[in-house]
C-alpha cells in the first residue's frame, strides 16, 4: 500500500508538471496581453444615432462594415457619452474627465466651439491619452475632425492644436463640418448672423434717414457727422450680411496638415478621398507600430457631403446615403489592415461623439440620426437618446468574438484602458473619471465599474445613473427640455434643446427610471407604483453631492470671452482675409 501511495504522488506530481509546462507552451490572452502593446485605432463618427447600425437593430440601413466588427469583437449595449454635443464630448473622450473639469463647457448657452477663430479650447494643462501614449513610444495621429480649439493670442500660436495634445501627425478640419460650409437652410450660425447684421443695418438706416429729415426740415439741430457715420455703419451691415455667408466658409471650412492650411475653403467632393488616402498613408508609414491613430469622421454631420456613387444608394435619403459612405469608408480601413498584416495586432474601436439629431429636419425630410428605441437626442444632456452611442472593439484573438455587454459604460473608459494597454500610467494628480474597460472585455469581470454616470447639459447636471449590480440601472431626471410642439419628442425650430431657462423643467420630486425595464424612459416611476422610490432618490442625491465636492472651479473655454470671433486669431493662408489656397492633392 506504501509503495502504491509513493506511486500516486509521483506520478500526481509529474502530471502536474508536464499540465504547467504544456500550459506555458500555450499563451493565454492576458499574457499577451500583458507582454506586447497593441497598435490601437479609434473611429468615431460624428451625430451618428445608435438606431442608424444594423447591429444596434437597423434592418433597413446598410452597415456590413461596422457589423463585422460587431461580429468579430465585442459590442457595448449601454455606452455612455459625457455630453451630448461635439466640443465637450470629445474631450471629455480624449481626457478621461468629464467636460466640467477642464472648462470645456458654458454657461450661456454657447455649447460647442463657435468659430476657428475663437480663443477658447482644450487646456493645455489636459492630459489626453495620446499625450501619454506618444511618451510610451507610440506613434500617434489623428485624421479628420478636431473642434477644440486652435489658437489663443495669434493666429500662429496653435496653443490647442492636435500636435500641442500628444499628436504627432494630424490631417483633417481644425474646426467641424457645418450646414453653413455648404451654404444649407439647415443653418448653425449664418442665418442668425444674417437676421441681426439686418436688423442693425435697419435701425441704424432708419437713424440716418431720420437725422436727413431732422437735418433739412431745422428740427433735429444736428451736424451732418453722426448722419453720415450712421450711413456709413448702415451701408456696412448690409454688406455683411450679404458676405457673411462666404466670411464663414473660408473662417472655418479648412483643411489642416500639421500647422499647414492646405485647402481653405475645403473642396467637399475630394475630402473623403483625401482623408481615406491619409489613413492609408499613416498605418503603412507606422505598420512597425506600435501606432495610435484616431479617425474622427466628418460623416455624418450636415452638411452629408457625399460621393456621387453613394447618392440615391440608401432607402433613408440622403443621410442613409451619407452613413453608407462612412460604413465603406471603415472597409476600406480595414481592408488597408488586412493588407499590412496589421489586423490582428490593432485593437479597433467604434462609436460616435453623441446621438443622433432629430432638429435636423427639413419640411418631412430627416437630415439627422435615429437613436432606436431611445428617447430624445443630440443637445439633450438626460436623455438616453442624446447620450447612448455605438461602443464596439476589436482585438482578434483576445477579445471574444460576439461578445454582448449591457453593463454602463462611457466614453471616458477609453482613456485609461488605452493607457494601461501601452504600459502608461493614469495620472494621479487630478481626477480620472473613466474606468478601465479591459477586464469587462475580455469576461474575467462581470460588472462595470461604473456605479453612478452623471449627464451634464453644458455646466448644469440634467440627470444621474445609479447601476446597482445584479438588480437594475436607476435614472434620475432633475431638469428636462420643453419639448416643442407640445407632444412632440424634440424642440423643432430649434437647432438643439436648451439646458436652462424658460425652456425647462426642474423636477420635485425628481423623475425616476428603471432603465433595465424600461430604456425607453416612457414609464415614470412614483412613490406609489415603487416602494423604494425614496431610497433610490437619497441614493443617487448623495452620491450628486460626492461628485461635486471633486469639481474645482475652472474657466469656462465656451463661454462669451472665448467663444467669439478674433479677426487676429483667425487662420489663413494668405495675408488676411485673402484666406483662400489649394497646396496639395493628396497624403504627403
Not at 508538471?17 to 506555458?24: A, E, H, K, T
Not at 498605418?283 to 466628418?298: A, E, M, Y
Not at 452623471?454 to 445584479?470: I, N, S
Not at 465636492?549 to 463661454?559: A, G, H, K, M, N
Amino acid at each position: 500500500m506504501l509503495l502504491l501511495h509513493h506511486s500516486w504522488l509521483c506520478f500526481r506530481s509529474w502530471l502536474a508538471g508536464m499540465l504547467s509546462v504544456l500550459l506555458g507552451l500555450v499563451p493565454s490572452a492576458s499574457s499577451n496581453i500583458s507582454t506586447s502593446r497593441p497598435n490601437i485605432l479609434l473611429l468615431m463618427a460624428d451625430d451618428l444615432g445608435i438606431g442608424d447600425i444594423g447591429c444596434y437593430g437597423n434592418n433597413t440601413m446598410r452597415t456590413p462594415n461596422i457589423d463585422r466588427l460587431a461580429e468579430d469583437g465585442v459590442k457595448l449595449t449601454q455606452h455612455i457619452s459625457a455630453a451630448s454635443l461635439c466640443t465637450p464630448s470629445r474631450a471629455a473622450f480624449l481626457t478621461g474627465r468629464y467636460p466640467v473639469r477642464s472648462g470645456m463647457v458654458s454657461s450661456i448657452g454657447y455649447r460647442v466651439l463657435q468659430w476657428t477663430g475663437a480663443s477658447g479650447g482644450l487646456p493645455t494643462n489636459e492630459t489626453t491619452f495620446a499625450k501619454i501614449l506618444k511618451e510610451k513610444g507610440y506613434a500617434t495621429g489623428l485624421i479628420g475632425k478636431w473642434h477644440l480649439g486652435l489658437n489663443c493670442e495669434s493666429a500662429s500660436d496653435h496653443c490647442h492644436h492636435p500636435l500641442h495634445h500628444g499628436f504627432d501627425h494630424f490631417y483633417g478640419m481644425p474646426f467641424s463640418l457645418m450646414g453653413d460650409c455648404a451654404h444649407w437652410e439647415l443653418s448653425e450660425k449664418r442665418v442668425n448672423l444674417e437676421q441681426k447684421l439686418n436688423f442693425l443695418f435697419q435701425v441704424l438706416a432708419l437713424v440716418a434717414l431720420t437725422l436727413v429729415a431732422g437735418k433739412l426740415t431745422h428740427l433735429i439741430p444736428v451736424s451732418w457727422t453722426p448722419v453720415i457715420w450712421s450711413a456709413l455703419w448702415a451701408v456696412l451691415l448690409l454688406a455683411g450680411s450679404y458676405f457673411v455667408g462666404a466670411l464663414i466658409v473660408h473662417a472655418d471650412c479648412l483643411l489642416m496638415r500639421n500647422h499647414t492650411i492646405t485647402e481653405q475653403p475645403m473642396r467637399f467632393q475630394k475630402t473623403t478621398p483625401l482623408i481615406l488616402q491619409e489613413v492609408a498613408s499613416f498605418l503603412k508609414r507606422n505598420k512597425h507600430g506600435p501606432f495610435l491613430l484616431f479617425v474622427s469622421f466628418l460623416h455624418v454631420h450636415i452638411p452629408l457631403i457625399t460621393m456621387e456613387n453613394f447618392l440615391g444608394k440608401s432607402l433613408h435619403g440622403l443621410y442613409g446615403d451619407n452613413v453608407e459612405e462612412m460604413d465603406w469608408m471603415v472597409g476600406q480601413i480595414l481592408d488597408t489592415l488586412d493588407m499590412e498584416g496589421l489586423t490582428n495586432s490593432t485593437l479597433i474601436y467604434f462609436t460616435s461623439d453623441h446621438g443622433g439629431s432629430l432638429e435636423n429636419q427639413l419640411g418631412h425630410t430627416q437630415y439627422g440620426g435615429w437613436n432606436g428605441i431611445y428617447k430624445g437626442g443630440k443637445g439633450m444632456g438626460g436623455w438616453e437618446g442624446g447620450i447612448r452611442v455605438p461602443g464596439i472593439f476589436r482585438w482578434p484573438g483576445v477579445l471574444p468574438a460576439g461578445r454582448v455587454i449591457g453593463e454602463p459604460t462611457s466614453l471616458m473608459d477609453v482613456f485609461p484602458t488605452v493607457v494601461q494597454l501601452a504600459g502608461g500610467e493614469v495620472p494621479q494628480d487630478r481626477v480620472i473619471d473613466g474606468q478601465d474597460l479591459l477586464p469587462l472585455l475580455l469576461g474575467t469581470a462581470q460588472h462595470s465599474d461604473h456605479e453612478f454616470l452623471m449627464h451634464y447639459c453644458e455646466g448644469f447636471l440634467h440627470a444621474a445613473r445609479w447601476h446597482q449590480r445584479d438588480r437594475t440601472t436607476w435614472k434620475v431626471h432633475f431638469v428636462t427640455p420643453v419639448f416643442q410642439p407640445e407632444g412632440a419628442g424634440a424642440c423643432y425650430g430649434r437647432k438643439v434643446c436648451p439646458c436652462f431657462g424658460e425652456k425647462v423643467l426642474h423636477h420635485d420630486p425628481p423623475l425616476l427610471f428603471d432603465l433595465s425595464r424600461d430604456p425607453s424612459e416612457t414609464h415614470v416611476l412614483t412613490p406609489a407604483s415603487e416602494p423604494v422610490f425614496y431610497q433610490v432618490m437619497e441614493r443617487v442625491q448623495r452620491a450628486v453631492r460626492e461628485h461635486q465636492r471633486t469639481l474645482s472651479p475652472v474657466p469656462l473655454q465656451l463661454d462669451r470671452l472665448g467663444n467669439i470671433w478674433r479677426p487676429w486669431l483667425q487662420p489663413c493662408c494668405g495675408p488676411f482675409p485673402l484666406c483662400w489656397c489649394l497646396r496639395e492633392d493628396g497624403p504627403q
